[in-house]
């Protein structure tokens, strides 16, 4: 007995065209998966607004990495030079600040006539100025801390913001570098004031008033110069400097009448223990 044939099925014509438009489709799409734009193959244009679209959504990673790609691909144009600028905001906002910091330091030895240079001395103020703040502090407002923590990076963002208004008085910036400076300025004045403070609380007079001094004559606009005069007459009066305690008491009550050693000989008083042990008192 012969083997039977198996019975032979026929697509219509119709049904093979569309299984062919459709290997096609499907074969179409996986070239143009392996063709599509990265930020290694990106137009100029197209790869900036990448970069500028992951900014503005606060994707700091990707959008320094796409920064980064875009200035090395096209080392020179107006391009490259708000790229420069742009990943040093990037960076800082993506808590990284010696490499913010980097970034826009060679900007500013790179391009010191750009149009745009008075916002990366900005800009440089604000990365030192965030430098000295620790996570809580970032949502917690605490001068007190920020005054008792070491002060490199806040006298280096006064120098900053300094130089913004000497150079750029008329900048965009620089009524907020001011009003920055003044913030330094008193945590700077506080800081001195913490540690004379300390001195007076351990009888070493002469470093007291040495502390105390050194705020009348430098941060003679600071709130805290008032409290410096009171530690300096506290200081001569232990010194047996009368004359000088006298004078300094004088010029404590003419210019700060309501200063609470005027009528309180024993201020400032040292923090309690239990004082000291409350978080974020601001006591250590």
């Known amino acids: 007995m012969g083997l039977s ?3 032979m099925f026929k697509l219509p014509a119709l049904k093979v065209l569309a299984v062919l438009a459709l290997v096609v489709s499907m074969s179409a799409c996986s070239m143009f998966r392996s063709k599509q734009a990265t930020i290694d193959n990106m137009p100029l244009e197209a790869l900036y607004n990448n970069a ?18 875009l200035i090395a691909r096209f080392p020179s144009g107006e391009y490259n030079e708000q790229a420069q600028l742009d990943l040093a905001y990037s960076q800082y906002k993506d808590n990284q600040p010696d490499d913010a910091l980097s970034t826009v330091n060679r900007f500013i030895k790179t391009y010191p006539t750009h149009k745009h240079v008075d916002y990366a001395y900005y800009l440089r ?10 996570v809580i502090e970032r949502y917690i407002s605490r001068q007190g801390s920020q005054a008792r923590r070491d002060q490199g990076y806040n006298l280096q963002a006064f120098d900053d913001f300094s130089e913004l208004s000497r150079r750029f008085p ?13 913030y330094l300025r008193n945590v700077l004045a506080q800081y001195e004031i913490n540690v004379a403070e300390f001195y007076l609380r351990n009888k070493a007079y002469i470093a007291a008033a040495d502390r105390s001094q050194y705020v009348v004559e430098h941060y003679q606009e600071a709130p805290q110069a008032g409290d410096a005069l009171a530690i300096l007459t506290r200081s001569y009066l232990a010194l047996d400097q009368k004359t000088l305690a006298d004078q300094t008491r004088q010029v404590l009550a003419l210019n700060y009448p309501n200063h609470p050693y005027l009528t309180d000989a024993k ?7 239990l004082r000291k042990m409350v978080p974020f008192s601001g006591h250590h």
């Open 5 to 7: 044939k198996l019975p």
């Open 52 to 69: 500028h679209a992951s900014l503005q959504n606060a994707d700091y990673s990707a959008a320094s990495k796409a920064y980064q790609r």
């Open 125 to 134: 103020g604000l990365i030192n100025f965030d430098r000295t703040s620790g």
């Open 170 to 182: 008329d900048s965009a910036y620089t009524a907020d570098a001011r009003q920055r400076m003044i």
């Open 267 to 273: 201020w400032p008083h040292a923090p309690s223990t």
